[in-house]
């Protein structure tokens, strides 16, 4: 089944601790990126990737890091969380061919920084 | 810059009414997508559409419809004779073709309350 898994789905941490929240796709996407929600403010993008070793910053970068060493998988990581971290995260993946603009999400994580 | 306007944080009807969500986009580009997602209280995003901006054809899916006028830059969305089921957060997103890494604009999205 073409899918984009997120890990973990629930997370509560505390502020400072380093963490990373992985995004695996088994569609061979060449683009992938991460948007984190809040309330009223719908979803922004905090990093992308147009391909390996691609990265560049979304709307909301600050106090995140991505790396993008295989095609698959594009982590998410916190190397000293904040409370105004706390939000719910999504992957996403998509082709890069023109013709096809579909988005596929993962399913979420929801952290909690306390 | 693109952006999305959805002007209705919440929205509550009685089952069986028809509600309509607006969507009011920006952009500078003449080629772009536009879409719709739902977001159930279980939290993932589920497509419902994808429209491209050269195709104005309004589209029914059942109890849904989408009514896409480049002229007032909107995209609103319809759901005739609402269920409790289609309670959820909708959201409208636009993404530029000139714009690949950007992937998706969204709006801040509309809670829609259906009450039996």
């Known amino acids: 089944e073409a899918q984009v898994t997120q890990n973990p789905r629930y997370l509560i941490t505390v502020t400072g601790k380093k963490l990373t929240v992985t995004c695996s796709q088994n569609m061979n996407h060449e683009y992938m990126s991460w948007y984190r929600q809040d309330p009223g403010l719908g979803l922004r993008q905090i990093y992308y990737?147009?391909?390996?070793?691609?990265?560049d910053k979304g709307d909301v970068p600050e106090g995140y890091k991505v790396s993008r060493k295989e095609k698959r998988n594009f982590p998410l990581i916190l190397e000293s969380p904040s409370p105004n971290q706390t939000s719910l995260y999504f992957c996403?993946?998509?082709?890069?061919?023109?013709?096809?603009?579909?988005?596929?999400f993962g399913s979420g994580t929801r952290l909690t920084v306390v | 810059a693109q952006k999305v306007t959805q002007a209705q944080t919440e929205i509550s009807v009685v089952e069986k009414e028809d509600v309509t969500l607006d969507c009011v986009y920006e952009?500078?580009?003449?080629?772009?997508?536009l879409f719709w997602y739902k977001q159930p209280p279980s939290g993932e995003l589920v497509f419902l559409i994808r429209r491209n901006s050269f195709d104005e054809q309004n589209e029914i899916s059942g109890r849904y419809s989408w009514n896409f006028q480049k002229s007032t830059s909107s995209f609103n969305f319809t759901i005739t004779a609402s269920q409790v089921v289609d309670s959820a957060v909708y959201f409208c997103?636009?993404?530029?073709?000139?714009?690949?890494?950007?992937?998706?604009?969204f709006g801040g999205g509309t809670r829609l309350m259906v009450k039996p």
């Open positions: 990737s147009m391909n390996v070793e691609v990265t």
């Open positions: 952009t500078r580009d003449t080629t772009y997508y």
């Open positions: 997103a636009l993404s530029e073709y000139g714009n690949a890494g950007n992937m998706l604009t």
């Open positions: 996403a993946s998509r082709d890069s061919k023109a013709y096809n603009y579909g988005y596929t």
